[in-house]
């Protein structure tokens, strides 16, 4: 009986999964990967989006990758800046979020999580 109420005790246990950056999805966010002068330039963007799909076909189908960036120098557009990749599973976008989150690119630390399916599919690329 001991056990089972330390059990009962633990942080999170008996609460509700919600949506959130921890409910396993088949698309991945990536934020800090890249710079926003970098999306500014059609070369330099369309180099990144190539090296993108390059890498993260390794950890399974990559259907998608889109990079949100402004039309125009000043413009503001929901999720710039950030990385969506979309995969036919949900076991191929957990390889790529193992892989991809704390790594390294640019100088910068890649957080990777889990994003809303809908929200993407919808193109809501905000927060």
Do not use: W
Not at 59 to 72: A, E
Request: proline share 5%.
């Amino acid at each position: 009986m001991a056990l089972q109420a330390s059990v009962m005790n633990l942080p999170g246990v008996g609460i509700p999964l919600a949506e959130s950056s921890h409910s396993p999805s088949k698309v991945l966010c990536l934020t800090e990967a890249i710079a926003m002068e970098v999306l500014a330039d059609d070369e330099e963007y369309e180099e990144i989006l190539e090296d993108m799909r390059e890498e993260c076909c390794k950890f399974g189908t990559l259907i998608n990758v889109v990079i949100p960036r402004p039309s125009q120098i000043g413009e503001q557009i929901s999720g710039a800046g950030k990385v969506f990749l979309e995969y036919s599973d949900t076991s191929s976008c957990a390889n790529a979020r193992n892989a991809l989150n704390g790594r390294k690119f640019g100088g910068n630390t890649v957080n990777a999580s889990y994003y809303p399916e809908e929200k993407y599919h919808n193109g809501d690329y905000g927060a």
